[in-house]
């Protein structure tokens, strides 16, 4: 399949995208790699770098905080020497896109056209799905956006509830909150490999989390979990389930958990699954199968920023109704029944991720879903040719690689996983940035 027309097939579906990646200021062409009997790895860290390295780079600003200080009355800066310089912070930020390669965000959004909001007080406070006394609120757009995320979540119409939260840390506390008031006495599980804020909230809780080794597949090792639950044995469990670690893009088999757990005599079980990357990749993948509340999850969390695009974090949690009415009440103050965690609720994230799913479908997103795994096996591919020593979780848009210098970490915003680092195939990333990726670790020049 040619890459580029694919990509371009998905630029022209989703309107939602920025302008195409310009290809200007960098090479399009051939992958040039480092040469017969040369591994990428030997010239890593050479010289030949330095010059290649900013090629077509706008560099950072760093603003001085002198320049930055609030005073008393107007600063004599506020107006048009503030604007031009938040200006070319923007335009820094909407360039990254060509350079950021290693983080699990999707830069390819433009809401501009969405810009009388920015004057308008939206808040959502309490439950999405009764009024508010303050009436200026996105609640129809966020029940819209909860039904489409509901359907992808695998639930049947009318099963779950839930909320837009301001990103997966908070889905995943409201999540495993959940499971908590059902069983207080329960022991609580998740991945070796499941995000950190794991522990965080764990404390939180006032919890311990059990970490369970993950196979050779990236995902749980549900006997391992199985048999952690007998070393509790009548105590229930709260299970946090990964489809999408950070670090390796590796799912947990979910539909595989309840009844593992089941032959290992837990009776008492609450699965949250936490789907904040690929609970908008695995549902598109063909046979991939059942996930979420279809694979038995009790709660589920995906992420708005990640595979849509937000100019801010944002997040979705669902779960299902039953296990909502005890966080249920009514808020005389606001006039509002409230299952949510935090008070005053965003209201504009709802209207920019409804915006963006109306103009991809659910079609859209399966397109994205396609592209990001393409560009994934093609990032792979090039790396092996030029010795970076790739590797690949199945169903995986994440692609481990051997760490290269710290300058090319730097401008291809990597992250510094001790030996190695990842590539991470966003909607935005297309074949031009893995050559480029490529030529760079290769040290090659156009
Ligand atoms: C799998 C997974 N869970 C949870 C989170 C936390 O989400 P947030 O940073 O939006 O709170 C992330 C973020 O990268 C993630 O990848």
């Known amino acids: 399949m040619d890459m580029t027309n694919s990509s371009a097939v998905v630029d022209s579906r989703c309107s939602v995208m920025f302008h195409p990646v310009s290809t200007d200021r960098a090479s399009a062409g051939r992958v040039d790699g480092p040469g017969p009997g040369r591994p990428w790895s030997a010239v890593m860290n050479s010289r030949e770098h330095d010059d290649y390295a900013t090629e077509g780079m706008p560099p950072p600003l760093s603003p001085d905080s002198g320049d930055l200080k609030i005073t008393d009355g107007p600063a004599p800066g506020a107006g048009r020497s503030d604007d031009e310089l938040l200006r070319r912070i923007a335009e820094w930020g909407i360039e990254r896109r060509q350079w950021l390669v290693g983080f699990p965000v999707n830069l390819d959004f433009d809401y501009r056209p969405l810009a009388d909001f920015l004057a308008v007080s939206l808040n959502n406070v309490g439950s999405p799905y009764t009024p508010s006394g303050y009436q200026m609120s996105t609640k129809p757009f966020e029940r819209a956006v909860l039904d489409f995320f509901a359907g992808v979540a695998g639930a049947e119409p009318g099963e779950v509830e839930g909320y ?27 991945s070796a490999d499941a995000h950190y804020s794991v522990d965080k909230f764990a404390a939180l809780f006032s919890m311990d989390v059990t970490k369970v080794d993950v196979g050779a597949d990236g995902g749980m090792d549900i006997e391992a979990l199985a048999d952690a639950c007998r070393r ?29 757990l089941r032959r290992a005599g837990v009776e008492r079980l609450h699965l949250h699954v936490d789907g904040a990357f690929g609970g908008l990749i695995v549902p598109f993948i063909d046979g991939y199968g059942p996930w979420a509340f279809d694979a038995g999850a009790d709660s589920v969390a995906v992420s708005g920023h990640k595979m849509i695009g937000l100019p801010v974090p944002s997040g979705i949690v669902l779960a299902r109704r039953e296990q909502l009415e005890g ?3 009514y808020l005389p103050q606001v006039d509002t029944d409230d299952h949510t965690l935090t008070g005053s609720r965003n209201g504009l994230n709802p209207l920019l991720i409804w915006w963006a799913l109306r103009r991809l479908g659910r079609d859209g997103l399966a397109e994205r879903a396609r592209h990001c795994l393409d560009i994934a096996e093609y990032a792979e591919r090039l790396l092996a040719a030029g010795g970076a020593e790739p590797r690949r979780c199945p169903h995986s848009v994440i692609v481990s690689f051997d760490r290269p210098s710290e300058r090319v970490l730097r401008d291809w915003h990597l992250l510094d996983s001790g030996d190695r680092t990842h ?9 031009d940035h893995v050559e480029r990726l490529c030529r760079d670790l290769g040290g090659a020049r156009r």
Not at 167 to 172: A, K, R, Y
Not at 423 to 431: D, E, G, L, N, Q
């Open 327 to 329: 966080v249920r009440h």
């Open 232 to 260: 509790h044995p009548g105590r229930p469990a709260v299970v946090l389930a990964t489809v999408g670690t950070t670090m390796t893009g590796a799912a947990d088999d979910v539909a595989a958990i309840r009844p593992a």
């Open 423 to 431: 590539f991470v195939a966003m909607p935005h990333i297309t074949r």
């Open 164 to 190: 837009i939260t301001n990103g997966g840390t908070e889905s995943n506390i409201f999540g495993v909150r959940l499971g908590i008031r059902r069983y207080p006495d329960a022991v609580f599980y998740a």
